[in-house]
């Protein structure tokens, strides 16, 4: 008999104890519950998102695109960023393209600079240039073919465009 009294008492004191945590679960069930329905809304759209990023790179073989670049280069000190380098292309490009009037000896200085540039930008991304071996026409073909590297690449820079006029009045 003192024994079921003892389990009768502790169990009074466990459903004293409690008491507080079932009022709180009773009256916040709607908050825990709708914390629980996002966790699960956040699992399941990480799951998916990681499921279609394995499937798109299944779909253009990412290895096999990547396979042949030698990544340690791009943590390489002193490299400068390819946005950095596509911002001074497109900047030297419209230079070239528009001289406005500046000196000869300006505007072999700018496509030098913007030859420079290209062959910085096929080093960073891994493709085969001649631009520093050629001269004259043999090079402005060189130049346009490269400029179409990059493009494929990803890397877009401005189309040549004609030099604005201005209308007299």
């Known amino acids: 008999m003192e024994v079921g009294r003892a389990i009768l008492l502790a169990l ?6 409690s008491l507080p ?16 329905a996002c966790r699960y809304a956040e699992w399941r ?53 528009n001289p406005n009037g500046r000196p000869v ?10 030859d420079a540039h290209l062959r910085a930008a096929c080093r960073c991304l891994g493709l085969a240039e001649h631009l520093g071996e050629l001269e004259g026409v043999d090079r402005q073909i060189e130049r346009v073919r490269v400029e179409g590297m990059l493009h494929a690449a990803g890397l877009t820079l401005p189309a040549a465009r004609a030099p604005r006029r201005q209308r007299h009045r």
């Open 12 to 17: 009074a004191f466990v459903a004293v104890a």
């Open 21 to 36: 945590v079932a009022f709180a679960l009773v009256f916040c069930a709607d908050e825990i519950i709708d914390r629980v």
């Open 45 to 97: 759209d990480h799951r998916r998102e990681r499921r279609t990023i394995a499937r798109l790179d299944r779909a253009v073989e990412a290895d096999s695109l990547t396979r042949g670049i030698d990544l340690t280069e791009f943590d390489r000190e002193g490299r400068r960023p390819l946005e950095e380098i596509a911002a001074d292309l497109r900047r030297f490009g419209d230079q070239r393209v």
């Open 105 to 114: 000896v300006w505007h072999a200085a700018v496509v030098d600079a913007y």
